[in-house]
T-cell receptor
Framework: EVQLVESGGGLVQPGGSLKLSCVAS????????MHWVRQAPGKGLEWVGR??????????TYAASVKGRITISREDSKNTAYLEMNSLKTEDTAVYYC????????????WGRGTLITVSS | QSALTQPASVSGSPGQSITISCTGT?????????ISWYQHHPGKAPRLMIY???NRPSGVSNRFSGSKSGNTASLTISGLQAEDEADYYC??????????FGGGTKLTVL
């Protein structure tokens, strides 16, 4: 079955850190570009960032709103992508979705169901 | 990068057609054909409905169609059905090598 499953969300205090995982199955993970997208309560989708594949040196690109506070990485041997967030702010409270773009394309082909990060004291 | 502009809500009766617009700039919507649309039922994973402006993935009803003119893309749903009620988001690749989403449109089937 083709799917993405996120985990690692939870309650964290402002200024804290958290690392999310996204396990993929059913497609060629190593060739795909992995992205993270978030949705704050009552808000729309917001692109967070991506990690490209080995052929593109695992290059990363981040949204300006989170740049400097996040790291997206991947472990192809485990079909897993990661989103590490530091210096968390209350405005980072959101459901975080893992999604991917197949090689040679530009659309988000499949999404996970998301994992919730709540930043609150 | 500012979010693409979508109407907050649209509505229609079963069997009718509706169109959702998505307005950006020449640095995103106007500059690329990499426009996609997603259907999102709250609590579920978003679903790809249209890619590259007007292409439908396999499994998506031909009642869904997309187009683009200048800096504005559009999603049209014909023959509205109750199951179409959801939030819809457009997305575009940008000249900054990032992606941007629209603010989302809530579709209500009356």
């Amino acid at each position: 079955e083709v799917q993405l499953v996120e985990s690692g969300g939870g309650l964290v205090q402002p200024g804290g850190s958290l690392k999310l995982s996204c396990v993929a199955s059913g497609f060629t993970f190593s060739a795909s570009v992995m992205h993270w997208v978030r949705q704050a309560p009552g808000k729309g989708l917001e692109w967070v960032g991506r990690v490209r594949n080995k052929a593109n040196s695992y290059a990363t690109t981040y949204a300006a709103s989170v740049k400097g506070r996040i790291t997206i990485s991947r472990e192809d041997s485990k079909n897993t992508a990661y989103l590490e967030m530091n210096s968390l702010k209350t405005e980072d409270t959101a459901v975080y979705y893992c999604t991917y773009i197949p090689p040679g394309y530009w659309y988000f082909d499949l999404w996970g169901r998301g994992t919730l990060i709540t930043v609150s004291s | 990068q500012s979010a693409l502009t979508q109407p907050a809500s649209v509505s229609g009766s079963p069997g009718q057609s509706i169109t959702i617009s998505c307005t950006g700039t020449s640095s995103d919507v106007g500059g690329y054909r990499y426009i996609s649309w997603y259907q999102h039922h709250p609590g579920k994973a978003p679903r790809l409905m249209i890619y590259d402006v007007s292409n439908r993935p396999s499994g998506v009803s031909n009642r869904f169609s997309g187009s683009k003119s200048g800096n504005t893309a559009s999603l049209t749903i014909s023959g509205l059905q109750a199951e179409d009620e959801a939030d819809y988001y457009c997305s575009s690749y940008t000249s900054s090598t990032t992606w941007v989403f629209g603010g989302g449109t809530k579709l209500t089937v009356l």
